[in-house]
């Protein structure tokens, strides 16, 4: 069963240059340092909700709450904000509600880095000509912010986009000398990055019911999150063919069953998250004498295949 869609975000970027914006550096000049921390708060509450925030009167005690500071300094900043065009004034002045062109068009593209669907009904400052296709990324204002944290380079093998994937999967097999006995290893097809492509796609599909929209970052980040899997193996000696890396793949993508990557799983978050992610598998199965896990991390041993509590490596790839 697909999962239901959620209206808010679970989390925005900040850009590096914020206090490189003109409109930032005069908001703290003529509200103080102090002006910043409640522009982020509101900022943290109107992603929270989605797009937009609508105001009340209790807003001010609610932020002087949170920050400390006294009722009418938030005012204050808050009209300073509507002034230097951080929010919207038409829209504030017809409706109370709290929003810009920026937060929209930032809105907009971490849905779709998500694979979220994105509906800008309410006080849009934004046309739907102007929303971008694909979810890679568009020319960046001083006020916009990027959506991944990692920009990955597109290697010449990675496959062009497609929206509905009608390609055969092709299952990775397992490290010499573990599992799959008399079973027959297919022959790798136009290289590693394409059948990781086809593992994460399957993967997905029969995860969440749904197909996956493959983009050019996309493709990058599966190189990036390749390359830190060979780096792991290298150094712990373990077989880095590309058989052995596309079964520690599996193995990663496996691992992942909750939580905001699982709510928001993409290559580039997982990519991203990398770190994260093998160090919960490691703590997950630090109980279970070096599980299956350890065809990521450490253990590389064929009996650890036959490992009762856990399923078959046949069962897996040919059900």
Not at 9 to 23: A, N, R, T, V, W
Not at 165 to 192: A, C, D, H
Not at 202 to 224: I, L, P
Request: hydrophobic share 30%.
């Amino acid at each position: 069963m697909a999962r239901k869609a959620k209206k808010g975000l679970g989390y925005f970027p900040m850009d590096i240059d914020i206090f490189s914006d003109l409109k930032i550096r005069k908001l703290i000049k003529y509200q103080g340092g102090k002006a910043i921390t409640v522009y982020a708060l509101l900022l943290c509450s109107i992603y929270k909700e989605g797009y937009y925030m609508r105001w009340d009167s209790e807003l001010p005690f609610v932020c002087s709450e949170l920050t400390g500071f006294d009722e009418a300094y938030i005012s204050e900043v808050i009209k300073s904000c509507l002034a230097l065009g951080l929010f919207s004034s038409e829209i504030f002045n017809r409706h109370k509600v709290l929003t810009s062109r920026g937060i929209q068009e930032r809105y907009e593209r971490i849905c779709s880095q998500c694979r979220r669907v994105c509906d800008i009904d309410e006080y849009g400052l934004i046309s739907s000509e102007e929303m971008p296709i694909s979810s890679e990324e568009m020319p960046i204002s001083s006020e916009e912010m990027p959506i991944s944290s990692e920009e990955m380079p597109i290697s010449s093998e990675e496959m062009p986009q497609s929206k509905v994937n009608k390609r055969k999967y092709i299952p990775p097999t397992p490290p010499k000398g573990g599992g799959g006995r008399n079973l027959k290893k297919p022959k790798p097809q136009k290289g590693l990055n394409y059948n990781a492509r086809l593992l994460f796609e399957e993967h997905f599909r029969k995860t969440f019911s749904d197909s996956y929209y493959w983009t050019a970052k996309d493709a990058g980040a599966m190189t990036s999150l390749l390359n830190k899997l060979r780096f792991q193996r290298e150094q712990k000696q373990m077989d880095i063919s590309d058989d052995s890396l596309l079964y520690a793949l599996q193995y990663l993508l496996s691992s992942i069953k909750e939580g905001w990557i699982f709510d928001n799983f993409s290559v580039t978050n997982i990519n991203s998250k990398y770190n994260e992610i093998v160090a919960q598998a490691k703590k997950t199965f630090s109980s279970r004498n070096k599980a299956d896990i350890g065809v990521i991390l450490t253990d590389n041993s064929p009996d650890k295949y036959d490992n009762p509590n856990d399923k078959k490596w046949e069962e897996r790839w040919n059900k």
